[in-house]
């Protein structure tokens, strides 16, 4: 036996959709750039080491929406014998990210610490990475919030490893309230327009019913 639903309730659902598909896509229109800058391009060994972890300063580039974003690439350098490696004990190191919003202008940036800890040689690597600061930061740009969160880990590989070890970080972007920031402020996307066709209708024809219902009541008194 199928559940019938009031007007009522099915203007709601139509009303719920429209706030979110207009959220969503005044979110996907946010436009920013980013550029990631590591403290150091080379992380040596502890003293007596001639190994060393070599990361990648990424170029500046543009995402539109939430994105995920390379933080570094690394790879391993080492000569040392397998039995006496080349070890690293609480390295440090701090990744910083710039942000600009694209709309308006505005910048920012959210830093993020840790230290690399483990073993290498020429024949294999045991690199980890731990961070000390909080892995979720945010700022607001143009009156819209960017969160970013570190993501995964990959360790590099022994020296001479034809992949890179890498992370990254996920950019997550809500957009102000106000419709200040990178979105086309007044302008309804066409699903918020066709969820507004369907919900009106349905809440007028709804108050039309309950009116009609109380003169009823009215009439029968």
């Known amino acids: 036996m199928h559940k019938k639903h009031s007007l009522p309730h099915c203007a709601g659902i139509a009303l719920a959709l429209l706030l979110l598909a207009n959220a969503s896509a005044r979110a996907d229109l946010l436009q920013w750039s980013y550029n990631w800058t590591p403290s150091t391009l080379k992380v ?52 910083t990210l710039q942000l600009t919003d694209s709309a308006t202008g505005k910048s920012g940036s959210v830093s993020f610490s840790g230290y690399f800890s483990g073993s290498i040689s020429g024949s294999y690597a045991n690199v980890q990475l731990t961070f000390t600061s909080p892995t979720t930061e945010s700022l607001t740009l143009g009156g819209n919030k960017y969160t970013v969160t570190l993501g995964t880990y990959s ?24 419709g200040g920031g990178g979105g086309i402020a007044g302008v309804p996307e066409p699903a918020t327009l066709t969820l507004a066709s369907l919900a009106l209708p349905l809440l007028g024809l709804s108050g039309w019913r309950r009116q009609r219902a109380r003169k009823e009541m009215r009439a029968t008194m």
């Open 155 to 178: 360790p590099p590989g022994p020296p001479g490893d034809a992949n890179a070890g890498s992370f990254n970080a996920f950019v997550s972007v809500t957009p102000s309230s106000g």
């Open 44 to 95: 040596a060994a502890n003293a007596g080491g001639s190994g060393y972890l070599s990361l990648t300063n990424e170029p500046t580039k543009s995402a539109n929406g939430p994105s995920n974003t390379v933080v570094t690439n690394l790879r391993t350098f080492s000569t040392a014998p397998f039995n006496t490696p080349d070890t690293f004990n609480h390295a440090a190191i701090s990744y």
